[in-house]
């Protein structure tokens, strides 16, 4: 009795989770199935429709569109702005070179950030291993102080002993 009502949650589960998968698909796929399908029957009814006529402008070549592109060259390029007509002008050689410099500028500034981070590090570490430095001088101090502390509580606590000892002795029935 007992493993059937076990047995029943997990297949009622099961079939709800079944049930639950197929409308999911049945939602997702429906709309695209039906479109379709309704086209298709469409193609097969109309089959006698007759080809679209279109009025396209026959294909244009881009030098009709833009006449003047055509006359543009790498010469006339920048021709009034001197510094663009400097830059024109300069070999292949010339660029790499200035490239280069600019390469090892970036690198010589990366550089000297990086040791300027470098420094910063090694300062605070200084600054730091002073500051562990005073921490533990504290703390041999506190416990040298303790140790201290628990021989004179512990003399004090023999001499106490010693004087109720003799207060004992001589009468005293204490608290």
Same mark, same amino acid.
């Not at 086209?39 to 097969?44: A, R």
């Given at each position: 009795m007992r493993t059937e009502m076990n *047995? *029943?949650?997990p297949t009622?589960? *099961?079939?709800c989770l079944v049930v639950f998968a197929v409308v999911s698909a049945l939602?997702? &796929?429906?709309p695209a199935l039906f479109f379709t399908f309704k /086209? +298709? #029957? /469409?193609?097969?009814g109309a089959s006698g429709c007759a080809p679209c006529v279109c009025d396209c402008a026959p294909a244009q070549s881009l030098f009709q569109i833009v006449p003047? #592109?055509?006359? #543009?060259?790498?010469?006339?390029? +920048? /021709?009034? =702005?001197p510094d663009l007509k400097e830059e024109m002008e300069k070999h292949v050689v =010339? #660029?790499? &070179?200035?490239?280069l410099k600019l390469q090892e500028t970036i690198g010589e500034e990366h550089s000297h950030h990086m040791n300027i981070t470098l420094g910063e590090a090694k300062r605070l570490a200084s600054q730091y291993q002073g500051e562990a430095? /005073?921490?533990i001088i504290a703390t041999q101090t506190c416990e040298g102080a303790r140790e201290r502390t628990e021989v004179l509580i512990t003399k004090e606590k023999k001499v106490t002993s010693m004087w109720e000892q003799r207060a004992l002795q001589l009468g005293w029935e204490g608290e």
């Open positions: *047995r *029943r949650p009622c589960f *099961r079939c939602f997702v &796929s429906g /086209k +298709g #029957l /469409k193609w097969k003047g #592109l055509a006359n #543009l060259t790498i010469a006339d390029c +920048g /021709k009034d =702005d =010339d #660029l790499l &070179s200035e490239e430095e /005073k921490c």
